[in-house]
């Protein structure tokens, strides 16, 4: 990759953190509080500022991850397989940002923190344990075509538990709450206009750091293919 390209995505990363932060310093601060009877934790929603965008960057992830997959078992293209690895590293990353977050949500306002019965909380979490088993077998496996064209097939397959995991609520609710930004009811949204504007800030904040984050793991493994290369061309002279 271009220095250019790196240089963007340190800024890019720098642009999300900061805007990243501003949104959850607003959302713990500036945020109304929510009343109503159906809340039994109503101060605890304000970790969702962080939960919610993170499940956002994720699916953004997973999407990268999908698209390297497919341009790499189709087409044999390099930078598919670098998209997938790419995409498999971020997918694990925001993921467990979401899986680590929403039990906290989850252990004050349902007393539990996670329910084995929701559709939605184990098809994420089989999200999350994809991106891993992706992301280690990366590291442990010796690389060669074979490897790369059973990963990136558990990679496009693996992709099916994305809309599964988006549409969850609306089919299967049981107790992970369902849409609140896009309720699909004609209604627009539930949310007090205040608190939307924040999570939307912490939603266009967590995209601007994927991609810039994104730019940053694709130049730092394409360093180590270099690095890999110049050390093969000095063990052959030796």
Known sequence: ???KYMRLGVILTLV???LA???LWLGFTWAPEIKGDDWKAPEAYRILFFHVPSAWASFLAFTILFVGSMAWFLKRREWGWRLHVVGAELGLLYGLCVITSGPIWGAAEWGVPWDLTDVRLNT???LTALALFLVQGHRTQAQGEDMRDTF???GMFGFLLVPLTYMATRFWQNRHPGPVVATGEGSGTTLDPAILQVLLLSALAFQILVIGHAMLVWSAADL?????RAQMELDARM
């Open 1 to 3: 990759m271009h220095p």
């Open 16 to 18: 999300g953190l900061a």
């Open 21 to 23: 932060a501003l949104a």
């Open 124 to 126: 994420f979490a089989l």
């Open 152 to 154: 990136a097939t558990v």
């Open 224 to 228: 180590e293919v270099r690095l890999n």
